[in-house]
């Protein structure tokens, strides 16, 4: 974890992870505050200094964190693509608008970057997730008891080919391969509803609770903003993974999130599936 007293802004998102960071500043008395997405924070977020806020309210946002001393932000948790046609916004997001608009068509890793520039330009130094606590990042080798069988190592370096392959364009971070069979990729729909879709697949393409096959492959892409948006795993993606029939879910050590690593390790112990890092090592 970060040793500086620097007053911290969370950006909070769905999910546990802004709840997460919220609480290990609590416990280590460093001092923050929550800006609180409406419409996607959820509730608990209320038991930290907080206010909330609308996507498009930056100006208000951005006076909010100068007036509590906000020295560093930090973007946690679930944040869909906004429909700008609808997006209520005040003086300042409808000066950036075009430039939103702009770094839109280039694609969502465009769009975060222009967020982090947004708040760097503002003054504000912008850290990830894993420096305010390092113990979120995953290691290499198995997370709970179950490792790698040789069937699921060569779904792994399957679905890794067509992760990278896909990430170059800006398309996803994940992919699920049972047998060799890209049975599917992420795009906007996101992790949970890719895995509820291969649930769905007929049961000879892929595994079952009684027979598992395949993995879920979760990787960062090669022009990651890595201060924002790393591939996060927790309780949800494993039962997500075991509903699909799958064996595990591999991650890229050092690059991607786990909330609660004991809790996760245990379920996936119960759920009888692995958690599983490997290098990002041989990246171009």
């Known amino acids: 974890m970060r040793s500086e007293s620097k007053k911290l802004g969370i950006i909070a998102g769905g999910g546990q992870l802004p709840l997460k960071l919220a609480e290990v500043c609590k416990e280590s008395d460093r001092p923050y505050t929550v800006c609180a997405l409406t419409g996607w924070a959820g509730d608990d977020v209320t038991a930290h200094p907080h206010r909330w806020f609308g996507l498009g309210e930056l100006s208000a946002l ?32 409808a000066k950036l608008l075009p430039r939103a608009l702009l770094a839109a068509r280039q694609g ?19 850290v990830g997730a894993h420096e305010v606590l390092d113990a979120l990042l995953i290691e290499e080798g198995a997370l709970g008891a179950i490792g790698l069988d040789e069937e699921a190592a060569a779904d792994v370096a399957k679905a890794r080919e067509v992760v990278e392959a896909l990430g170059a364009q800006d398309v996803g971070q994940g992919a699920v391969v049972a047998r060799g069979l890209v049975l599917a990729v992420e795009a906007a729909e996101g992790t949970d509803a890719m895995l509820a ?35 996060t795993i927790g309780p949800k993606t494993l039962r997500g993974v075991a509903d699909a029939g799958l064996k595990g879910v591999v991650v890229a050590a050092g690059g991607a999130l786990v909330i609660d690593r004991r809790s996760v390790a245990q379920l996936a112990d119960e759920l009888g599936i692995f958690v599983y890092g490997i290098s990002e090592r041989g990246r171009e």
């Not at 049961?203 to 890595?226: D, I, N, S, Y």
């Open 62 to 93: 951005t006076k909010f964190f100068n007036n509590e001393r906000v020295e560093e932000v930090v973007f946690a948790g679930n944040v869909r693509r906004p429909d700008f046609r609808r997006l209520k916004i005040d003086w300042a997001g």
């Open 108 to 126: 969502d890793e465009a769009l975060l970057r222009m967020l982090v520039e947004i708040f760097e330009e503002a003054g504000f130094t912008v």
């Open 197 to 231: 879709r291969v649930a769905e697949l007929p049961e000879e393409l892929r595994g079952t609770v009684e027979e598992r096959a395949g993995v879920l492959l979760k990787f960062p892409k090669p022009m990651q903003e890595r201060r924002i948006d790393l591939p």
